[in-house]
């Protein structure tokens, strides 16, 4: 993932310089037929709250992977509930790049823990899935209690198996209890029964 940068970092080359560079100028300039002319328009939008929305619209039909990153670089130096707001349908598109991206690069806004509760108790499974591996990426005291609810409750074997498999790595002893349980629950899922093991084998100082 491309750290975040200002267009100020990189001069642009002039013949990438097609549009105004006003606000109106750079929001057209996002749907040029040149990768380059796009991605300077997102990078030189930066700090534009006001194109929050159009670079978020600008997402799915992107098809050049620098120029997706130049958005969501943009969007994630924008931050706060608007970026979020604007980044979370993304995780419904059927592209599947697009949905890692926006994992990784959620991941860097703040609020994001805002709609985590909520990402967990969507009606769609690759959602939860998706939103197990965005708590991966957080640093935030609450995330091994909301891996075990997860693992206590979620009824799809993919979410929960997603679950045990990050508290291998966030969680402490106190998952060992409802990792066992949720074993039980799917005991007729080799995997999750082997998950399960392994992660209270490493919680508890053992080997699986």
Avoid at 109 to 130: E, F, H, N
């Amino acid at each position: 993932m491309s750290p975040i940068r200002s267009s100020k970092q990189e001069p642009a080359a002039s013949t990438d310089r097609r549009y105004s560079r006003d606000h109106a100028g750079l929001i057209a300039a996002l749907s040029d037929d040149t990768p380059s002319v796009r991605r300077w328009a997102a990078m030189d939008l930066a700090g534009d709250s006001d194109a929050v929305d159009a670079l978020g619209a600008r997402l799915p039909f992107e098809v050049d992977k620098a120029v997706r990153e130049a958005i969501l670089s943009t969007l994630v130096g924008i931050g706060g509930d608007a970026v979020v707001q604007v980044l979370v349908p993304h995780l419904r598109s059927e592209n599947a790049s697009l949905r890692g991206a926006v994992v990784e690069w959620l991941a860097q806004v703040p609020a994001v823990v805002t709609v985590v509760p909520r990402l967990l108790a969507d009606a769609d499974a690759d959602v939860r899935v998706l939103a197990v591996m965005l708590l991966a990426t957080l640093s935030d005291p609450r995330v091994p209690g909301w891996l075990i609810g997860v693992v206590s409750s979620d009824p799809n074997p993919n979410v929960c198996g997603a679950a045990i498999g990050e508290l291998a790595e966030v969680g402490d002893e106190q998952a060992c209890g409802p990792v066992a349980e949720a074993a039980v629950r799917f005991a007729q899922d080799p995997f999750i029964v082997f998950a399960a093991g392994v992660t209270i084998a490493r919680l508890t100082g053992g080997k699986p």
